[in-house]
């Protein structure tokens, strides 16, 4: 099993940018779907985006289209979400998620979640 750690988040303006990363270690990093959550207070987890394997197929919660790009490196066991033009409405705990079939927005479709990184962005 893949072993997830999360970091990058802090606080912003809105309009502001982050970059969140997650380090994998353990399992076979290459071979897993990886995903992008987040939880804001009193909400439940929702999916934010997701990458294959090889980066070929990546989707994107409606709301940030356009505004956040997630990417993967392979070689470096690592995965990013770049958030640009951030919105009060963004604030959450972002967790990175690894699992094994094919990207998707199901969060029980995955096997291994990081912590968390918490993001605020002020208005």
């Known amino acids: 099993q893949v072993q997830l750690v999360e970091s990058g988040g802090g606080l912003v303006q809105a309009g502001g940018s982050l970059r969140l990363s997650c380090a994998a270690s353990g399992g076979t990093f290459m071979w897993v779907a990886m995903g992008w959550f987040r939880q804001a207070p009193g909400k439940e987890r929702e999916f934010v985006a997701a990458?294959?394997?090889?980066?070929?197929?990546?989707a994107y919660l409606d709301p940030v289209k356009g505004r956040f790009t997630v990417s993967r490196d392979n070689a470096r066991k690592m995965v990013y979400l770049q958030m640009n033009s951030l919105k009060p409405e963004d604030t959450a705990v972002y967790y990175c998620a690894a699992g094994a079939g094919t990207p998707t927005s199901v969060a029980a479709s995955y096997d291994s979640w990081g912590q968390g990184t918490q993001v605020i962005v002020s208005s």
């Open positions: 990458i294959s394997r090889s980066g070929g197929s990546i």
